[in-house]
């Protein structure tokens, strides 16, 4: 009998130019293996690989938060220009990643390039070593995805909805320039630096986005049309509240894809989601892929199968778990509060906040200027300088205490401020405004207090015309019934002072509550360190 070997395994050939497919089984590490579909016939030819596998295998084949190894998504290549001309990046969430020359005409500027030097997830590798991953690699990510998501809903319904090449490249663009104007130290010099030095400020890195993009195809001659870029900047400006009316435009649903003001799922959450997970080493339940092939546009809306509302809940969990676990960590604002106090002391002398004023300056500010003030003779800086030694040295803020604050209460939530705290004190060491810092933190799943699945259309089938939201008392009683936190912390800038701190943080929960809301006293090592400074 003939035989052919594939894999170091022998299979009998059968005859017959007729005689239907075999599916072979190729090993693959990690225990993972690869059905290849060939022809029985010879010259015995791969006719498929991906399709057959079935959901659970291409699952396990993408290149997701547990996986040691990273394989590329699907990549159309019927829909892309001639890969010879292309730049093929690796990427150890995605796998390969094809850049076309439009888009690598925007990549090797010193506008795109400053991304490298923009941290993720800005001071959290401080707590987490692994997170040193840049806006850079998330850019890339998020533009293969929208280009993912954009092919697939034109293989599907191309002709029913008219997607032309001009959508698919305004999408793609979108995706690969939504953070070209974000600040350094992740969302920190956006929300907690610049509004206590420019009061009544509503910058916003979208907004810096859209102009940097303008300034991108101004200095480098980039040859691209007014309508590409202008409605790369609407697709970038659709979550924020510098949106576009909705009514004004067309094919609504191709500015869901990169940022979703409309309900929030989008393919920049389902690459930081991934990436993020993967550099701090947690595991990462959700697998966007699922969401990606059961998506599909009815009344100009992206909707999904309504077997994957739990896919979505998945979705904004995990991202409810990372803020809580690693964005919002004690250990990190801690960091991040003293990185402010050391930016608005340096300010003045460098002149951080200006440079959002131009475009053509803003470029230059990233997450090296930490090194600049610590490194600069400069008596200007001094204590900006001191506050970053202190980082160094892990002399950080103490941490005193936390407490969610009660569901009741939420509603009518003011913001607690350290003059509250000092307020709240009784007799003993006289403490300072200047000497407590309030962090108040909330946790959503993306729409504050009210269900995000409330918001999404779902439809039935493949074969169904209506699509319908899912309200709560149809969906599984073991999800949350409460979609918000908010919890109030409290920190020491010295050491010394934990001890009276906490105590009037104790008094001010029972002067609000009429009960302590937290659930753990401060530990008593740090009450100590109060004792050995007054001994």
């Known amino acids: 009998m003939n035989h052919k070997t594939v894999s170091n395994k022998t299979y009998p050939r059968k005859k017959g130019i007729f005689a239907e497919p075999t599916l072979l089984t190729a090993p693959f590490p990690h225990n993972l293996h690869i059905p290849f579909l060939y022809s029985r016939s010879p010259p015995y030819q791969i006719l498929s690989t991906n399709n057959a596998l079935g959901s659970a295998e291409r699952g396990r084949m993408g290149a997701f938060c547990d996986d040691d190894l990273a394989f590329s998504s699907n990549y159309n290549f019927g829909c892309s220009q001639d890969l010879r001309f292309s730049k093929h990046v690796h990427d150890n969430v995605h796998g390969n990643i094809y850049l076309d020359p439009i888009f690598l005409k925007f990549v090797d500027t010193e506008q795109f390039q400053r991304l490298r030097d923009l941290k993720q997830l800005g001071m ?3 707590v987490y070593p692994g997170a040193v991953h840049s806006r850079f690699e998330h850019s890339l990510g998020v533009y293969w995805l929208a280009g993912e998501a954009v092919h697939r809903l034109k293989a599907q319904q191309g002709l029913e909805l008219g997607i032309d090449r001009f959508d698919v490249q305004t999408v793609k663009l979108a995706g690969l320039l939504h953070d070209i104007g974000h600040g350094p130290f992740s969302h920190m010099f956006e929300r907690d630096f610049l509004p206590k030095v420019l009061k009544g400020s509503e910058w916003s890195h979208e907004q810096m986005s859209t102009e940097m993009i303008n300034h991108i195809v101004d200095e480098h001659h980039i040859d691209i049309d007014v309508d590409t870029v202008r409605r790369v900047n609407e697709m970038i400006l659709a979550s924020s509240k510098y949106s576009s009316a909705k009514s004004s435009r067309e094919k609504h649903f191709l500015y869901d894809i990169v940022a979703n003001g409309r309900n929030g799922i989008d393919v920049d959450k389902f690459d930081y989601i991934a990436r993020d997970c993967r550099a701090c080493g947690l595991g990462c339940n959700f697998q966007f892929q699922r969401l990606m092939e059961n998506m599909r546009v009815m009344g100009d809306e992206i909707c999904y199968r309504a077997k994957e ?15 809580r676990t690693v964005y919002t960590h004690a250990k990190v604002k801690a960091i991040e509060l003293m990185l402010v106090d050391a930016l608005l002391s340096a300010n003045g002398y460098l002149q951080i906040a200006s440079h959002i004023q131009d475009p053509s300056q803003y470029w230059k500010l990233d997450d090296t200027i930490i090194k600049t003030i610590e490194t600069a003779p400069n008596e200007e800086l001094k204590e900006s300088r001191d506050l970053i030694l202190r980082i160094r040295r892990r002399d950080l803020y103490q941490f005193c205490n936390e407490y969610a604050v009660p569901k009741d209460k939420l509603e009518n939530y003011k913001e607690v401020t ?27 799943l993306t729409r504050g207090r009210h269900n995000p699945l409330e918001s999404i259309k779902f439809f039935k089938d493949y074969d169904s015309v209506e699509k319908f939201s899912i309200s709560d008392d149809r969906i599984s009683h073991l999800l949350p019934t409460y979609c918000q936190d908010m919890i109030v912390r409290v920190y020491s800038k010295k050491p010394e002072l934990v001890g009276v701190i906490s105590e009037a943080f104790e008094n001010f929960q ?26």
């Open 124 to 126: 959290a590798h401080m």
């Open 309 to 323: 509302y739990l896919t979505i809940h998945k979705l904004f969990a995990t991202r409810a778990d990372l803020y």
């Open 418 to 444: 350290a003059q509250d705290i000092v307020c709240s004190q009784k007799n003993g060491v006289t403490i300072r405004e200047e000497d407590v810092v309030v962090n108040n933190v909330q946790i959503d």
């Open 510 to 535: 029972l002067k609000t509550y009429g009960i302590k809301a937290q659930v753990h006293a401060t530990p008593e090592k740090k009450k100590k360190k109060r004792r050995a400074f007054e001994a």
